[in-house]
């Protein structure tokens, strides 16, 4: 019976979140650096990301991470989904799906349009 359940789940898995990170960073020719410098964020939380295989950063900090890497929309998603989330219909997904569709990557005009239209920033 455990057999069973262990093959079933095997089957199932996927590339975890830091698999899939470092994967689109190497497939990107940037250095760590580069990103978590793109990404504003400290090094200290970038050597958590890297060293810690369970760990999962924030959505918000996923997101600027899909952004800074210049992901499509088919590697975004996996990238937000391989961290367990998703965007949904609200407005705040909705303007990082526009921005996503409409090519748009730089942070300051994301956060500007996210700041309009919703109040929020990444």
Known sequence: MNNTITE??????CKSFNETLFSYIDKSGHTDSEIYKAVDIDRKLFSKIRCNEDYIPRKNVVIKLCFALKLNKAEFNNLL????????SNKFDLVIT?????????ISIINDYLYTNCGAIL
């Open 8 to 13: 079933y789940l095997n089957c199932g898995k």
């Open 81 to 88: 989904n391989s961290a367990g989330y998703s965007l949904s």
């Open 98 to 106: 526009y921005c996503l569709e409409n090519g748009i990557y730089n």
